[in-house]
């Protein structure tokens, strides 16, 4: 991958990341952040594809999205 592509892609991360921490997150927003790691991170692991890592990480954000919301 393009070096000069990838140092945006981060950039751009960490300036979303960055935007949310004006106030405390809810239950819901932080399910939604760890759910996203832990499905990418098996999505890789189970796929080994791009592809994969972004379904999991999709697939987590909704399932941990869901589970904060009802704590």
Do not use: H
């Amino acid at each position: 991958m393009n070096t000069k592509l990838m140092m945006s892609a981060v950039a751009a991360a960490a300036l979303i990341g960055l935007t949310g921490c004006g106030t405390s997150p809810t239950n819901a927003q932080i399910g939604t952040g760890v759910g996203a790691v832990a499905g990418g991170v098996v999505g890789n692991a189970v796929f080994g594809s791009t592809l994969g890592t972004v379904g999991g990480a999709a697939a987590g954000a909704l399932i941990g999205n869901e589970v904060g919301k009802k704590r």
